[in-house]
């Protein structure tokens, strides 16, 4: 059973830092590009960032350019988000993603494409 656990969440200050987590069981996480989505309340989820299953290639949403980072751990088994210079803006529910690729340096800025999800971690950053 494929199981994706997102961990790290929180409330911070704006201009704070925090590193997302999330775990993979039930599936060799090297064979998979990953994502980071998110979801305010009363909006549609949004693409936050994505890695390739190489980890070679990442890709943002303009919006945290320059202050989230994604990497991997694929001998963990885990997906890192490293957000900094958080704003009250950022505050949503985060959400892992996993789905197989054909290349290597392949990943999806879109939802649809993703089969597994993790049931998200709160971020809340207060002004």
């Known amino acids: 059973q494929v199981q994706l656990v997102e961990s790290g969440g929180g409330l911070v200050q704006a201009g704070g830092s925090l590193r997302l987590s999330c775990a993979a069981s039930?599936?060799?996480?090297?064979?998979?590009?990953m994502s980071w989505f998110r979801q305010a309340p009363g909006k549609q989820r949004e693409f936050v960032g994505a890695?390739?299953?190489?980890?070679?290639?990442?890709g943002y949403a303009d919006s945290v350019k320059g202050r989230f980072t994604i990497n991997r751990d694929n001998a963990k088994n885990t997906v890192y988000l490293q957000m900094n210079s958080l704003k009250p803006e950022d505050t949503a529910v985060y959400y892992c993603?996993?789905?197989?690729?054909?290349?290597?340096?392949?990943?999806?800025?879109?939802?649809?494409?993703?089969?597994?999800w993790g049931p998200g971690t709160q971020v809340s950053v207060s002004s």
């Open positions: 993603a996993a789905t197989l690729t054909l290349s290597s340096g392949q990943y999806y800025s879109t939802p649809s494409p993703y089969k597994y």
């Open positions: 039930g599936l060799m996480l090297l064979k998979y590009a």
């Open positions: 890695i390739s299953r190489s980890g070679g290639s990442t």
